[in-house]
């Protein structure tokens, strides 16, 4: 499926869909409305599905692995070599994505989109390359059109093919050295809030670097001046790979009407390209959490979209989206597992 | 255990063990602290139960069912039979907190400590009855302070009990008609707080019962003159069984170095006067999640006690105690199960 079919294929959700399922949840042996949040994942997923008992028995996150040329530039704590490490501990499960998601009963799928190393045949990684890392966007474009086409291109694939697999909900997350200065420049770009705003500090960075990393960003946009009209054209200029793959992914999922959890900062950097490529997108999404990075908020709010958890989380990987999958998934387990008033003899009479 | 025996029995959490989980915590293969409070839970049952490799592979939640005279006074949308109708839902694993148990991996233990209703020998029930429901507060006291005691001591029987039958995290839950009234009673008396900042429309009453509600709560703390320097006092006066119940449970899993997670409006009231009559009992505490209830950030701050979930919940049962019990276990299995650095062969070389 090429991206022009797949936004062809996206629809609004039906309130039709919410509001059968809001008169069996106000039927359920608790005072309307009383389970709050839980209650309104249960009426999305019933909408986004289109079916009255859905299921979410298969569950998988996407973690995409790219690198960023613009590492170079002193924007990380870390060396780019660990982004090819945490692949290699993607692998043997023991990063905390793997922890997070054993406990939450998905799966997860890990994707070589972009990483600056040759991993060959390597069992279990799922091979997607588009490029051996961006380039530094600092100096340049971070890829060219064709490349940010192709990133988006692998996520809209994983998706149909993981659809096809029986997969029921999606969740995204992410792995690259530095990753939170294309996503920043991203943000920064389609809500036309100053840099300074909402940068932080990623992985964890002092003062002096911070403020490097600000005139990084700064001077990238400045540089390469890309257009917030053109979603492909920002994701190519300071985007990344597995940004791009994540911007696939909830295309995918909008397309083939899958509920998709948009994991943390970097991963809504990804959810707002296919948002501004396509708004309808935004029925299918779930915002994980409430990232400590300071521009997800604002990202959150262009999409108005509200986390599920807070939890002071920053690491990313998809840490965030499994967590926030048990929660969606205890909505719909109310759903369909409570007793009705009338199986419990239970009286809903309303007192005056 | 009697309660003078519980409360000499709690002492403050150690840092020193903190300080240790914090060591381990921070050499897994994630910048230090990204995952925020995850990192904080698993430092927290470390230091609780003074063991570096706890383990929480058995919870229960302890539903406690309890009537309120104050009912009388249309305080609810619900009629008080609805207390004892939810009992029998509960026991057929019906009810909004048998399938969110279910769903962390939680038994339930549904105790009667003052319905208003002889359930006989009931399968599956634990009987624990002080008393038929409490008398209404608006016309003198909910209990007597002996009965205000022996609701403390059910709940600290039922921690050791379930302590030694190798249960490893407790949370609380409640069912009872009308039991927000007596919840605002004493979060009024305790923060000193006007008794209309502090009350929320329970189960869904409009306007007029709102405005009769505040009136109830205030006329009663006239009437009762209960001392927020004696909790049993505030207990017996304007409170109730179920809250007495929790009160004893917290004061329990102290003494026998379990967490406690927290439930909502009513069990944070129970926890309060557990707090109040033993400020330690803090360290044991998780609150579970900030409920729509007004009152209870409240009591929150009283406690210094940050939550974990904000998912517009208003049902209690012990329904966000069992979903916080997943995230805390998430932080749990964070520390034990993620790879090190060293395990891993991830650099945590960081640069300047």
Redesign the interface.
């Known amino acids: 499926m090429d991206l022009i079919s797949a936004v062809s294929n996206i629809t609004n959700t039906k309130d039709v869909f919410a509001e059968e399922a809001r008169k069996r949840l106000d039927n359920?042996?608790?005072?309307?409305?009383?389970?709050?949040?839980?209650e309104e994942f249960a009426r999305r997923l019933v909408a986004i599905t289109e079916n009255r008992m859905p299921s979410l028995d298969k569950k998988i996150i996407f973690t995409f692995a790219g690198d960023h040329g613009v590492a170079d530039e002193?924007v990380?704590?870390?060396?780019k070599?660990?982004t090819r490490?945490?692949v290699?501990?993607f692998l043997?499960q023991?990063?905390?994505i793997?922890?997070?998601a054993?406990?939450a009963g998905a799966d997860v799928a890990v994707v070589d989109i972009g990483v600056d190393f040759d991993f060959g045949n390597l069992d279990g990684l799922i091979s997607k390359k588009v490029m051996m890392g961006t380039a530094n966007m600092r100096k340049g474009p971070a890829m060219t059109r064709r490349q940010a086409e192709r990133c988006i291109g692998v996520g809209i694939d994983l998706a149909v093919e993981y659809a096809k697999k029986g997969y029921k909900i999606f969740g995204t997350g992410e792995m690259g050295i530095a990753n939170t200065t294309p996503s920043s420049a991203i943000a920064a770009v389609f809500t036309g809030r100053p840099v300074i705003e909402i940068t932080g500090r990623g992985?964890?960075i002092?003062d002096d670097?911070f403020r490097n990393k600000i005139k990084v960003i700064e001077n990238s946009i400045a540089l390469n001046m890309p257009d917030p009209k053109d979603p492909i054209d920002v994701l190519a200029k300071v985007g990344g790979t597995e940004i791009g793959g994540i911007a696939g992914v909830v295309i995918g999922a909008a397309a083939n009407r899958i509920p998709v959890v948009i994991d943390g900062f970097i991963s809504t950097a990804g959810a707002l390209i296919a948002y501004c490529i396509e708004p309808k997108t935004k029925d299918y999404m779930f915002a994980a959490h409430n990232s400590?990075e300071t521009g997800h908020k604002a990202m959150l709010g262009k999409m108005d979209l509200r986390p599920?958890?807070?939890?002071?989380?920053?690491?990313g990987e998809g840490?965030g989206a499994a967590?926030a999958m048990?929660?969606i998934?205890?909505g719909l387990?109310?759903y369909k597992?409570?007793?009705t008033f009338g199986?419990?003899?239970?009286?809903n009479?309303?007192?005056?």
Chains 1, 2 share one sequence.
């Open positions: 359920l042996t608790k005072p309307q409305g009383s389970l709050g949040r839980l002193g990380s704590v870390f060396p070599e660990v490490q945490m290699f501990n043997s023991g990063a905390g793997n922890v997070l054993r406990h992985t964890g002092g670097a400590v599920i958890l807070d939890l002071d989380l920053r690491l840490t967590l048990f929660v998934e205890a387990k109310i597992e409570m007793a199986d419990a003899g239970v009286s009479e309303v007192l005056n």
